[in-house]
């Protein structure tokens, strides 16, 4: 009877210490969230029902480098336009845009119409070096790639509604804006969320699903 209980006090003594051992194990060995990038942050093929990726979609650098062979004038101003935004703290920056038909993705190119009949979504997303240069940017009314302050402009030239602020649901530097033109509609958001500025546009795509595209990519920045 004493063997087994000097037994037993022995085999708990050591599950004890097995327990503390793996408690004790370093967090080097637990799995870690995959960093963040400009490109994980942008709108996702699930964010956006019914619409495919177009191939005018990438980094900034490829996005550039294929306006230089096809659109040397829109190359021109981006190109010079992403340099001041890199001499203001901005390192990197993805270009996303979904159409709802080949065609819609084309309107886009040279040769398109820029405008896209079936429906269109693009976003920007830029990362600067710090939280209070990308909040600074985003006061600076900046413009790449098109987007920027003329496009609210246009909102409310249209008739359109504009929330800013918190109301946004998309934090205290935020602005969304939506209207309807000659039957087409129309949703731009911009925000400033960490060391992110995010530009979004939408086309001919109800305001919920373009609103809800915004809530993803704000949801990802962490």
Not at 111 to 135: D, H, M, Q, Y
Not at 179 to 185: E, H, I, P
Not at 202 to 211: I, Q, T
Request: aromatic share 10%; proline share 4%; charged share 20%.
């Amino acid at each position: 009877m004493i063997w087994m209980v000097t037994h037993l006090g022995r085999a708990l003594v050591g599950l004890v210490a097995i327990l503390m051992a793996v408690g004790c194990q370093p967090p080097a060995l637990t799995a870690r969230d995959k960093p963040v990038t400009v490109q994980s942050i942008a709108p996702q093929p699930g964010d956006v029902s019914g619409l495919q990726r177009c191939t005018e979609s990438g980094d900034v650098d490829e996005v550039l480098r294929d306006e230089k062979s096809k659109n040397p004038m829109a190359y021109d101003l981006n190109a010079t336009e992403w340099e001041q935004w890199k001499t203001r703290g901005a390192f990197d920056a993805y270009f996303a845009v979904y159409g709802r038909t080949a065609s819609d993705c084309a309107a886009l190119s040279v040769s398109g119409t820029g405008a896209p009949t079936g429906g269109l979504i693009a976003a920007l997303i830029v990362k600067f070096k710090s939280e209070a240069i990308a909040a600074r940017n985003y006061g600076a009314d900046s413009t790449l790639f098109g987007f920027g302050p003329r496009d609210i402009a246009f909102i409310k030239l249209a008739g359109g509604s504009v929330t800013t602020g918190s109301d946004t649901g998309l934090g205290p530097r935020s602005v969304i804006g939506s209207g309807s033109v000659a039957g087409s509609t129309y949703y731009f958001a911009f925000w400033q969320n960490k060391t992110f500025d995010s530009y979004l546009g939408a086309y001919d795509v109800a305001s919920a699903d373009a609103r809800g595209a915004a809530n993803s990519v704000n949801q990802r920045i962490r």
